[in-house]
């Protein structure tokens, strides 16, 4: 495999073999083409409209790149492994099509620019798909915690039995953070939005060329405001990567308590056969495989951050060809959380719920202390000291190994002669989850308010998402168009 280049002219020998292998990014940013190709169409209109080539030339230009397109969408574009990227195979298939007026398409810009702004609309997709996949999961939690409005569990803290909870409160748990984690990738989305091309190489151009107008054409917001930032900067693929990190971990930690709860230490809940595993030696096993393999994908999508950060902390301005590493831990980080938050919709959406271990789990552990403690409150003792005297219940009912619903009126006074017959309703269990009525607190009443904030943060979402993507959409059907 000989290297061949179009700008070969200050060199007496060819590229060696190996410098093409080892410069090569095609592998990556054959992924690219599309924008590519639409961010070549843009750039020709522009040229076409400034008068900076001449216009029968631009709408041969123009032409080609559209049966580009096309064998791109159809899959018969092949790429030829002897040019070093997809910028390079895009003008030289061009050329070859349309001849030497090809070779004006590269006028007033730069690989430079042409890679941040391929990348960028490459991002604006991906985050769009991140924020789809992860509304999804939160889509499937809001229904187990709609049918779950009144199943109670133990809530833990340093996974000890804390106070009982509803598991409505706790799938929305998972989706307020989820959601923030997809609101990050919207906010990002907006940052990012600015188009670099006609930064050219990274001091601008000398042809009168109209960088609002690409910039449109394409669907940024604006364009870049400065020519060395536009292809020196990538803290947009730094920020996705975080982002998809942050997402990774709370899939991660959501997948964690998944898994204990379908152990047979918990048993609270059962994965659906479809997405559960079996072992090759152990027949009765049914593994939680789905769940486990999100937790541990975790690592290799935190990776990407690392990655960029440490990629991009000495780099001067402007381009350095370091940067051509930004494409593969970026896009394999959004495509692996992605696909890890597409696959956990499907878990959590077809879960079976065990409502009575759930429940039965309560009774070990003394899950209703607090409220025998706030029991005592209502009856006049300071909480400190009330504090003090469940702690002392508690350690007889250790002792005798009871529970404190169990324990007898005369027992109980033992401890404080203030406890009456109604401190049985007020530890009952149920009673301790009504009674927590805060804002944003567990009791059903508390839930329902939630679950309408949530559902209504979904649809928030959905529309963004949906603009953007059309605007966007709007943007290549014009290109292809006129
Ligand atoms: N493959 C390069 C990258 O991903 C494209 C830009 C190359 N520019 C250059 N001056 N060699 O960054």
Redesign the pocket.
């Known amino acids: 495999m000989a290297g061949k280049a179009l700008w070969s002219g200050r060199f007496a020998a060819g590229m060696d073999d190996s410098t093409l292998k080892f410069t090569s990014?095609l592998d990556v940013?054959a992924a690219l083409a599309f924008y590519d190709v639409m961010g070549s169409l843009a750039h020709v209109r522009m040229l076409k409209t400034c008068a900076v080539i001449p216009a029968a030339d631009a709408d041969l230009i123009a032409k080609g790149l559209r049966s580009l397109a096309k064998q791109l969408r159809d899959g018969t574009f092949e790429m030829d492994e002897t040019l070093?990227?997809i910028?390079t195979n895009i003008e030289v298939k061009l050329t070859a099509m349309i001849g030497p007026a090809g070779g004006k398409l590269h006028t007033g810009r730069?690989?430079?620019d042409?890679?941040a702004t391929d990348f960028k609309m490459y991002l604006r997709d991906a985050a769009l798909n991140a924020v789809e996949a992860i509304d999804r999961l939160i889509a499937a939690l809001q229904n187990v915690a709609k049918t779950n409005r009144d199943t109670i569990l133990p809530g833990y803290t340093h996974m000890q039995h804390a106070q009982p909870v509803t598991l409505a409160q706790h799938m929305l748990a998972h989706a307020f953070r989820l959601g923030r984690d997809a609101d990050r990738f919207l906010d990002a989305y907006e940052r990012l939005n600015k188009c670099p091309l006609g930064a050219a190489a990274l001091a601008g151009t000398t042809y009168h060329i109209d960088r609002k107008m690409t910039s449109d054409l394409l669907g940024f917001r604006d364009p870049t405001e400065n020519s060395m930032d536009s292809v020196a900067s990538r803290d947009y693929a730094t920020e996705l990567a975080f982002d998809a990190a942050m997402t990774a971990v709370s899939l991660s930690s959501l997948c964690e308590e998944l898994i204990l709860w379908s152990s047979q230490e918990f048993r609270f809940i059962e994965m659906d056969d479809r997405y559960s595993t079996g072992s090759s030696i152990m027949p009765q096993k049914k593994n939680p495989d789905i769940a486990e393999l999100t937790r541990g994908k975790t690592g290799g999508v935190i990776g990407a951050v690392v990655s960029m950060l440490v990629m991009t902390k000495g780099l001067p301005l402007s381009?350095n060809?370091d940067?051509?590493e930004?494409?593969r831990p970026v896009m394999d980080a959004l495509t692996t959380m992605t696909d890890c938050a597409n696959m956990m919709a499907k878990v959590v959406s077809t879960i079976k719920v065990d409502e009575s271990h759930m429940f039965e789990a309560t009774n070990a552990g003394f899950i209703n202390a607090t409220d025998l403690a706030d029991y005592l409150v209502t009856k006049g003792v300071p909480f400190r000291e009330a504090h003090g005297i469940v702690g002392e219940t508690v350690r007889f009912c250790i002792a005798n190994k009871v529970t404190l619903d169990s324990l007898t009126l005369d027992q109980f006074r033992k401890f404080s002669p203030l406890i009456d017959e109604d401190v049985f309703t007020a530890i009952a269990v149920k009673n301790c989850v009504d009674r927590r009525d805060s804002y944003g607190g567990t009791s059903p009443a508390s839930t329902d308010v939630e679950l309408t904030l949530s559902l209504s943060d979904l649809v928030r979402r959905e529309e963004d998402v949906r603009v953007k993507d059309q605007l966007v959409k709007g943007c290549w059907e014009k290109l292809f168009r006129e």
Do not use: A, I, T, W
């Open positions: 990014s940013d070093e990227d910028h730069s690989r430079n042409q890679v381009y060809r940067l051509q930004d494409k």
